[in-house]
C-alpha cells in the first residue's frame, strides 16, 4: 500500500511571519491524517522558524531546492546537510521552473537525486512535459526521457524511496489541469516504466504525485485514479482553507 502524500510547494511566497501564520492554522485544523503525510515546502528562509513549530506535528517540512554538496564555495545554495539540521524530510527536485528559468539540466537534477537520497532525504523528483511537446504527441516520450536521465544508475532500492511527480508545465500555475484520464495514463506509463527497469515491487512503491492546479475541486477525482498517489500543490497551497480541504480529500473516481 502507497501511503498518499500531500505537498504544498509554496514557491517564492510567504515571509516568516506568513508562513507562520499559515502553519498554524493548518495545525489548528488538520483532521486526522493518520493514513497519509501532509508536507510543506515554504522558501529556504521560514524553514529555521518552522522546523520546532512542525515538530511533533502531522506536518512535515519539504525545501523546495538543494545543491548536491555536504558544503563548500557554492554561492547562494543550501546543502542537504543544511536541510536536514532543520528537520527537513524531503526536497523537490527538478521543478520545471528550475529547468525552465534557472537553467537546470538532467546531469545536475540526477545529482541532485542522488545526494538528497544519499542524506537520507526524500527527493520529490518532477517530471513534465510543455503544451508544445504534448500537442507534438511526444508527452510521454520526453516524460519517461527525463526520468531516464534523473534516475540514472540508481538501484531498485533507491528508486523505491523516491517521490516523483508528474507535473505537466502548461498546467502549472495556469488554471489548467490534466484531465484525471490524462494524469492517469501518464501516471501508469511512468509505472510501467519503473517495472520494466527495476521490478514489480519497486514500480508498486514508488508514490507518484500529480502537480498542475491542483484544487479543491480536482482532488477528490485525481486522488480517485489508481495510479495517483497524492500531489504536488502551488498555488492552492498557499491558502489554509484550499489546502486544507485537498489535503482532507475524499477520492472518487472519475
Ligand atoms: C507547482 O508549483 O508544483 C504547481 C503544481 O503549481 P500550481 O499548483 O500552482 O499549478
Known amino acids: 500500500m502507497r501511503t498518499p502524500l500531500l505537498a504544498g510547494n509554496w514557491k517564492m511566497y510567504m515571509t516568516v511571519a506568513e508562513a507562520v501564520e499559515l502553519v498554524q492554522t493548518l495545525l489548528d485544523n488538520l483532521e486526522m491524517v493518520g493514513d497519509r503525510e501532509v508536507v510543506v515546502c515554504p522558501p529556504f528562509t521560514a524553514l529555521h522558524p518552522l522546523s520546532p513549530l512542525l515538530s511533533e506535528s502531522p506536518l512535515q517540512l519539504g525545501a523546495q531546492n538543494m545543491y548536491p554538496a555536504d558544503s563548500g564555495a557554492f554561492t547562494g545554495e543550501i546543502s542537504p546537510v543544511m536541510l536536514l539540521e532543520l528537520n527537513c524530510r524531503y526536497v523537490i527536485v527538478g521543478h520545471s521552473e528550475r529547468r525552465q528559468l ?99 515491487d519497486t514500480a508498486n512503491e514508488v508514490r507518484i504525485l500529480y502537480g498542475g492546479s491542483v484544487k479543491p475541486d480536482n482532488i477528490d477525482v485525481l486522488m480517485g485514479q489508481a495510479d495517483i498517489d497524492g500531489a504536488l500543490v502551488g498555488g492552492a497551497a498557499l491558502k489554509a482553507d484550499s489546502f486544507l480541504r485537498i489535503v482532507h480529500y475524499h477520492s472518487t473516481s472519475s
Open 102 to 200: 534557472f537553467g537546470e539540466d538532467d546531469t545536475l537534477i540526477a545529482r541532485k537525486t542522488r545526494s538528497a537520497l544519499e542524506h537520507g532525504l526524500t527527493p520529490i523528483l518532477c517530471v513534465g512535459e510543455t503544451q508544445t511537446e504534448r500537442a507534438a504527441g511526444q508527452a510521454e516520450m520526453i516524460v519517461l526521457g527525463q526520468l531516464r536521465a534523473a534516475l540514472g544508475d540508481l538501484a531498485g532500492e533507491q528508486v523505491a524511496e523516491i517521490v516523483l511527480a508528474y507535473e505537466p508545465v502548461w498546467a502549472i500555475g495556469t488554471g489548467l489541469t490534466a484531465s484525471p484520464l490524462d494524469a492517469q495514463t501518464m501516471h501508469a506509463a511512468i509505472r510501467e516504466a519503473l517495472r520494466v527497469h527495476y521490478g514489480t
